[in-house]
C-alpha cells in the first residue's frame, strides 16, 4: 500500500489570533509529523499549507477544529483546499512572521483598549495622592545620605591610590623589562 501524500491549503476563521492557537498548532503538527507553515492574516484568520499523509492530515484537522486545549479559541470555520503539484515546504512545522504595518497597528489596538480599561479602574491611585502615609518618609530615609557620600569619597580615594601605586609598578617593571633585554642581548653576542 502505498502513502498518500497531500498538500492543503487551510484556511480557519474565528478568534484564533493573539490567543496562542498558531503554537498549539505549530506543536500537534510537529507531533504528528505534519510539514508546512502558519501565519496570521489581515482578515482575522489563521492560514497554512502543510503536506501529509491523508489520514494523518485529516485527524490533525479534526483535532484543530475540537480545539479542547487552548482557552479562548472559537473557531467558525475551517476551509481545506487540496494543492495539486509538487513544491518544498520546511521539514518542520513553522510559523511564518507577518508582523506588517497592519499587524503591529493591530496589536497596538489591542495594548490601547487594555490601557483604556486600565484608566478607568484608578480608584487606588487616588487614595495615595490624597494619603501619603502609604508612600516611605523620604526626609527620614535621606539620614543615611552623609554616610553614603563619605563611602564613595573612600573608595574614590582608595581607587586613586591604586591607580597611582599601578603607575609606579609599571615604571619598575619597564625598567626591569629593560634590564632583562640587555642581559638577553650580552648572551646572544657570545
Keep these: 500500500m502505498q502513502t498518500q501524500i497531500r498538500r492543503y491549503n487551510i484556511v480557519v476563521k474565528g478568534r484564533v489570533q493573539d490567543i496562542g492557537f498558531r503554537d498549539y498548532v505549530i506543536a500537534l503538527a510537529n507531533m ?3 510539514r508546512g507553515y502558519i501565519f496570521n492574516d489581515i482578515d482575522g ?6 503536506e501529509g499523509v491523508k489520514e494523518i492530515v485529516n485527524n490533525f484537522l479534526s483535532e484543530i477544529k475540537s480545539s479542547k486545549d487552548i482557552a479562548g479559541v472559537e ?3 475551517l476551509q481545506q483546499r487540496e494543492i495539486a503539484g509538487d513544491f518544498d515546504l520546511p521539514v518542520r512545522f513553522v510559523k511564518l512572521s507577518t508582523d506588517e504595518m497592519y499587524d503591529i497597528d493591530r496589536k497596538l489596538g489591542i495594548g490601547n483598549d487594555y490601557l483604556k480599561e486600565i484608566k478607568h479602574d484608578t480608584s487606588t491611585l487616588h487614595d495615595i495622592k490624597h494619603d501619603t502615609s502609604m ?7 535621606t539620614s543615611v545620605l552623609p554616610d553614603v557620600k ?3 569619597d573612600t573608595l574614590n580615594a582608595n581607587f586613586d591610590l591604586y591607580i597611582t601605586e599601578e603607575k609606579e609598578h609599571n615604571k619598575r617593571m619597564d625598567e626591569h623589562n629593560q634590564r632583562l633585554e640587555k642581559i638577553l642581548e650580552k648572551l646572544a653576542e657570545r
Excluded at 508612600?135 to 530615609?141: A, C, G, N, Y
Design 150 to 152: 563619605q563611602g564613595i
Design 135 to 141: 508612600l516611605p518618609d523620604v526626609k527620614r530615609d
Design 45 to 50: 484568520s489563521v492560514r497554512m499549507v502543510l
Design 75 to 77: 473557531i467558525e470555520s
Design 32 to 34: 504528528v509529523k505534519i
